[in-house]
């Protein structure tokens, strides 16, 4: 098993910043891509950011130039540096992990953008 842990979530004002981290715990496989989610209420989980293992990213459009996604592979990190926050932008950010048929979820942390 892994297990996931969000942290730095918070309360911020739009256009302000927030970086949120992801610490990978447990059975951690030699090869796995890592992901950004977040749900905002009354709406699915949605993809933000992506990063492959070898270290590839990908954006959703409403994120890109705002956004920036790294991970450091001797911590089994990950981070989401997040500019010119948004009021939709509001909603818990879930880290997620896959190799292979393998899927985890960490239990997420809430970012609110609000004056």
């Known amino acids: 098993q892994v297990q996931l842990v969000e942290s730095g979530g918070g309360l911020v004002q739009p256009g302000g910043s927030l970086r949120l981290s992801c610490v990978a715990s447990?059975?951690?496989?030699?090869?796995?891509?890592l992901r950004w989610y977040r749900e905002a209420p009354g709406k699915d989980r949605d993809l933000v950011a992506s990063?492959?293992?070898?270290?590839?990213?990908t954006y959703v459009d409403a994120v890109k130039g705002r956004f920036t996604i790294w991970r450091d592979y001797v911590k089994n990190s990950m981070t989401l540096q997040m500019d010119s926050l948004k009021v939709e932008d509001t909603a818990i950010y879930y880290c997620?992990?896959?190799?292979?048929?393998?899927?985890?979820w960490g239990r997420g942390t809430q970012v609110t953008v609000s004056s």
């Open positions: 447990g059975n951690i496989p030699s090869s796995y891509e």
């Open positions: 990063i492959a293992s070898g270290g590839r990213t």
């Open positions: 997620y992990l896959v190799a292979g048929w393998s899927r985890y």
